[in-house]
């Protein structure tokens, strides 16, 4: 069994800053990457930013660049997003997609497995 969580979300004033967690943990064989994206009311989810372990980099959609940044965490398999001078339009549910091998009895199978979310509210 693989889980991935996400903590951290809240309510937060035009240009404040928020802190989430991601935490992928089960039979984790190899780890590639943890991907954040978000979804509003009414839209499609949208990716947000992806950190890939083989070479340690992130990306970013142009939306937030220079106000977002993940930041690794010393435990292997959980990483943050730092996000800076939120806006309105920044009030989604964000979602940590892990993509990783996992090992369920023997049988090794590669997959993205999705946390529950977690709620970003800005006020103006």
């Known amino acids: 069994q693989v889980q991935v969580v996400e903590s951290g979300g809240g309510l937060v004033q035009t240009g404040g800053s928020l802190r989430l967690s991601c935490k992928a943990s089960g039979s984790i064989v190899n780890l590639y990457s943890l991907g954040w994206y978000r979804q509003a009311p009414g839209t499609e989810r949208e990716l947000v930013a992806i950190?890939?372990?083989?070479?340690?980099?992130?990306q970013y959609a142009d939306f937030v660049k220079g106000r977002f940044a993940v930041a690794r965490d010393t435990a292997w398999n959980t990483v943050h997003l730092q996000m800076n001078n939120l806006q309105p339009e920044d009030t989604a549910v964000y979602y940590c997609k892990a993509d990783l091998t996992s090992n369920s009895g023997g049988l090794y199978e590669r997959s993205d497995y999705w946390g529950q979310g977690t709620q970003v509210t800005v006020s103006s």
């Open positions: 950190f890939t372990r083989n070479n340690m980099s992130s």
